[in-house]
């Protein structure tokens, strides 16, 4: 019976944050493959430093993009279910972004516009937050 009330005690703007988050994750996944897909000619009729930037990037870093977005929206869906184990997914996308913004910290800052900085610290912000909205959900009952 705790269980059930406290599932019950859910604030009403958990699910739909929930919900915007994995919209958010959605087009993170969806912008991961447009990257990894580009075709030889799309590559071409980027700037010399886009390309270069695209070429220079490791395994690694791309790896941590996948991860990132992809765990982000398992995680997202287990919020909206209210599963518990969507900590763990949201975490394991942390260090992805984690993964990726260390790369680009280091070796794109400096070819990168203002824009994609921006955008990069609002990724890792989200991800933090996603985080610790998981955590509070398991500490308040309200994943299960």
Known sequence: MANHDAVSATPRWFRPVA????IWNLLGCFAYLSDVTMKPEDIAKLTQAEQ???ASRPA??????????????AGCVGLILRKRWA?????????GVLLQ???FLRH????????ALVLQGVVLVVSIGLVYLARLGSARGWLR
């Open 52 to 54: 270069a930037l695209m």
């Open 108 to 115: 794109a800052f400096s070819m990168t516009s203002a824009v």
């Open 60 to 73: 690694w870093s791309i790896g941590g993009t996948a991860v990132a977005v992809w765990f982000g929206a």
């Open 87 to 95: 900590t763990w997914l949201l975490i394991a996308s942390f260090v």
């Open 19 to 22: 919900i915007v988050a994995l």
């Open 101 to 103: 913004d260390l790369w």
